[in-house]
């Protein structure tokens, strides 16, 4: 089945480093999404990128979807305290409706 | 607030015993996941409802069974708990099937003991 792994699983940084996390999927996607978790709270959608080769910027994050739509980046410049918690992208694979999950990765940023 | 509400958020039983999550999606929106997360696996994909009907399964346990009533909102039962049921239960709703964001809920945090 459709698997999708994300790295690195944990990330520590100073405040105002970059930050970036990386999304790779076992099979073509149809769309990418990223999703943020502050400790203790529920996943909240970012983004979502569609056309191959896409990038999107909110901010100090951007977004990448790879040409082959198997991969993407989310690149976080400066880093803050704000920005502490797990990202996860999330891959719709083909032609069924299951949302894949990475596992995530965890940003701490030391202030 | 993501407009999701999922009830109880903390619920504490024995092993064997059996409990019903529920949750109720945004006004307006067909779509209902249940996703489980515990430490070290990330969210799995358990289940997807679209308006009443199952549209896809990911890794649930046959133990556990969901289903989406008329008014949308959808219930996880689990039963013959184990130890290893202990997780973060989400449930998510969106307005479509397949793309689109996922509203989430805050959770139902179990604790099988």
């Known amino acids: 089945g459709q698997q999708v792994m994300q790295i690195p699983q944990y990330q520590h940084v100073q405040e105002g480093e970059d930050f970036t996390t990386y999304c790779n999927s076992s099979?073509?996607?149809?769309?990418i999404q990223w999703y943020k978790q502050r400790p203790g709270g529920h996943p909240v959608f970012l983004i979502q990128l569609v056309k191959s080769g896409e990038v999107k910027k909110q901010k100090r994050l951007t977004f990448q979807f790879g040409e082959a739509k198997k991969n993407s980046s989310l690149h976080i410049t400066a880093t803050q305290t704000t920005d502490v918690g797990t990202y996860f992208c999330a891959g719709l694979g083909g032609s069924n409706y299951k949302l894949t999950f990475g596992k995530g990765t965890l940003l701490t940023v030391n202030p | 607030d993501s407009g999701v509400t999922q009830t109880p958020k903390h619920l504490i039983t024995a092993t064997g015993q059996r409990v019903t999550l529920r949750c109720s999606p945004r006004s307006g929106d067909l779509s209902v996941y249940w996703y489980q997360q515990s430490l070290d696996q990330g969210l799995q994909f358990l289940i997807q409802y679209y308006n009443g009907e199952e549209r896809a399964k990911g890794n649930i346990l046959e133990r556990f069974s969901a289903q989406q009533f008329p008014d949308l909102h959808s219930e996880l039962n689990l039963s013959s708990l184990e130890l290893g049921d202990s997780a973060l239960y989400f449930c998510a709703s969106s307005v479509t099937s397949g793309t689109g964001e996922l509203f989430f809920g805050e959770g139902s945090r179990l604790t099988v003991l």
């Open positions: 099979t073509t996607l149809s769309n």
